[in-house]
């Protein structure tokens, strides 16, 4: 699944995005899949997915790595001790590290290269309406991975 979601986003072969927004479709995949497994297991997944991720990228220097790891840790850890695993939990963790995901991703590679109208343009225009538009992808992978759980 994960390798799906890796070849849509880095292909273009199909186009999902609207306008300007265009989703990571391995954040939310990487929520649901954390949700439901181990901290380590999810931690391996997502140095696995950022890995692969900053080899597509120019310039990125294992950034993915470091943020994808730490944030599939955190959403183990987090749906282990703090909420249930529920929708509306994956919701809001989808939500919580997409908005963070592209904010650190503006922070390191565009708040300090353009001028300010150009910073806040990419901010409001790029970087929150594709956030929103990622979180969106939990829903249908929530399910999936709900459902994959449930049989064990």
Same mark, same amino acid.
């Given at each position: 699944?994960?390798?799906?979601?890796?070849l849509?986003?880095?292909?273009?072969?199909?186009?999902? =995005?609207?306008?300007?927004?265009?989703?990571?479709?391995?954040?939310?995949?990487?929520?649901a899949?954390?949700?439901?497994? =181990?901290? #380590?297991?999810?931690?391996?997944?997502?140095?696995?997915? #950022?890995?692969?991720?900053?080899?597509?990228? @120019?310039?990125?220097?294992?950034?993915?790595?470091?943020?994808?790891?730490?944030?599939?840790?955190?959403?183990?850890?987090?749906?282990?001790?703090?909420?249930?695993?529920?929708?509306? =939990?994956?919701?809001?963790?989808?939500?919580?590290?997409?908005?963070?995901?592209?904010?650190?991703?503006?922070?390191?590679?565009?708040?300090?290269?353009?001028?300010?109208?150009?910073?806040?343009?990419?901010?409001?225009?790029?970087?929150?309406?594709?956030?929103?538009y990622?979180?969106v992808?939990?829903i249908?992978?929530?399910?999936?991975?709900?459902?994959?759980?449930? @049989?064990?």
């Amino acid at each position: 699944m994960f390798s799906a979601a890796f070849l849509l986003h880095y292909t273009d072969v199909i186009n999902i =995005s609207i306008r300007s927004a265009v989703p990571v479709l391995l954040i939310p995949l990487l929520t649901a899949f954390s949700m439901f497994k =181990s901290t #380590g297991v999810s931690a391996a997944a997502g140095l696995a997915v #950022g890995i692969c991720m900053d080899g597509c990228a @120019e310039g990125s220097s294992c950034f993915n790595s470091v943020v994808l790891m730490l944030f599939a840790i955190f959403i183990s850890a987090l749906s282990d001790n703090l909420f249930n695993k529920n929708i509306r =939990s994956a919701l809001l963790l989808s939500l919580l590290f997409s908005f963070l995901y592209f904010i650190l991703r503006w922070t390191f590679f565009y708040a300090f290269s353009y001028n300010a109208g150009q910073n806040l343009t990419y901010l409001l225009q790029r970087a929150l309406p594709s956030a929103l538009y990622t979180a969106v992808f939990i829903i249908p992978f929530y399910f999936v991975f709900k459902g994959l759980n449930s @049989e064990q």
